[in-house]
T-cell receptor, first 111, second 109 residues
Framework: DTAVSQTPKYLVTQMGNDKSIKCEQN?????MYWYKQDSKKFLKIMFS???????INETVPNRFSPKSPDKAHLNLHINSLELGDSAVYFC??????????FGPGTRLTVT | RKEVEQDPGPFNVPEGATVAFNCTYS??????FFWYRQDCRKEPKLLMS???SGNEDGRFTAQLNRASQYISLLIRDSKLSDSATYLC??????????FGSGTRLQVQP
């Protein structure tokens, strides 16, 4: 049983396109997160949602818009993709600010 | 000063060696500290939490030094399977975790 799942695992697209990444967790956690890990392996938080409410919105371009239809799902939509958006995007969930369970990651390549 | 700093390594050690990593942090308000392990092209996974009194789990020992604002991870009797990147993490005081960029460990036969 996959605790935190993401789709797609790989995403190759051209500059200017719009794409979405989906995330689902079956752990019953209240909080979900999106992280970006760049080529230097620096893992940086982008957003967090608690019970469908946006809690954290770090300095992320407006082209990135998270959506949480329910507390088990947190999707990420990216408009007008740029070369600098190429990275691995990880979804994660936690019950309290303790162990965070990460999804397998979505490797985004913008050409 | 960066929020979290780690020596990127790589630390190349023979099997059976003892190796230690440090991680310094700048936010003195941080209360929760963790070590995560990340294998190549995989997601980070929690290795262990770091308590004020220290924490030991088998061959792994984690310590917290609040006065000097660093945490450490000690691995004894290194195994080939310990080869990975080790990320330190702590809370930001805003219901989120911040991560270091990781220390790469390569255990050699």
């Amino acid at each position: 049983d996959t605790a935190v799942s993401q789709t797609p695992k790989y995403l190759v697209t051209q500059m200017g396109n719009d794409k979405s990444i989906k995330c689902e967790q079956n752990l019953g956690h209240d909080t979900m997160y999106w992280y970006k890990q760049d080529s230097k392996k620096f893992l940086k938080i982008m957003f967090s949602y608690n019970n469908k409410e946006l809690i954290i919105n770090e300095t992320v371009p407006n082209r990135f818009s998270p959506k949480s239809p329910d507390k088990a799902h947190l999707n990420l939509h990216i408009n007008s993709l740029e070369l600098g958006d190429s990275a691995v995007y990880f979804c994660a969930s936690s019950q309290v600010l303790d162990e965070q369970y990460f999804g397998p990651g979505t490797r985004l390549t913008v050409t | 000063r960066k929020e979290v700093e780690q020596d990127p390594g790589p630390f190349n050690v023979p099997e059976g060696a003892t190796v230690a990593f440090n991680c310094t942090y700048s936010n003195s308000a941080s209360q929760s500290f963790f070590w995560y392990r990340q294998d190549c092209r995989k997601e980070p996974k929690l290795l262990m939490s770091v308590y004020s009194s220290g924490n030991e789990d088998g061959r792994f020992t984690a310590q917290l030094n609040r006065a000097s604002q660093y945490i450490s991870l000690l691995i004894r009797d290194s195994k080939l399977s310990d080869s990975a990147t080790y990320l330190c993490s702590m809370d930001t005081g805003r219901r989120a975790l911040t991560f270091g960029s990781g220390t790469r460990l390569q255990v050699q036969p």
